[in-house]
């Protein structure tokens, strides 16, 4: 059974900084890009960041450039997402996805991903 689960998310205020984590079973990771979406009430998904399947390369939302910082363990199944200097318009449910389509060094942030798991809040008070 293929499972996403995002965790770390939380209440943080402005400025600060969280850790997400998401931990993956039941495919072969290493194939696989994995991406972080976020969506706030009221707004479309948004792709916040990606990682090739090798962490070769990453890629980014001009919203979250320069704050956040994706990485991944691949002997420990798990991406990380650093979201450091956090805004208010950070505050979401953050959700991590896997495909295996993209090959290289590229992967789409907001693109179409097969996997998918349940979020983790992030609430961000200003």
């Known amino acids: 059974e293929v499972q996403l689960q995002a965790s770390g998310g939380g209440l943080a205020q402005a400025g600060v900084y969280l850790r997400l984590s998401c931990a993956a079973s039941?495919?072969?990771?290493?194939?696989?890009?994995i991406g972080w979406f976020r969506q706030a009430p009221g707004k479309e998904r948004e792709g916040v960041s990606c990682?090739?399947?090798?962490?070769?390369?990453?890629y980014y939302a001009d919203s979250v450039k320069g704050r956040f910082t994706v990485s991944r363990d691949n002997a420990k199944n798990t991406v990380y997402l650093q979201m450091n200097s956090l805004k208010a318009e950070d505050t979401a449910v953050y959700y991590c996805?896997?495909?295996?389509?993209?090959?290289?060094?590229?992967?789409?942030?907001?693109?179409?991903?097969?996997?998918w798991g349940q979020g983790t809040q992030v609430t961000v008070s200003s």
């Open positions: 039941g495919f072969t990771f290493d194939d696989y890009a």
């Open positions: 990682i090739t399947s090798s962490g070769g390369s990453t």
């Open positions: 996805a896997a495909d295996s389509s993209y090959s290289g060094d590229w992967c789409l942030p907001g693109g179409w991903y097969h996997y």
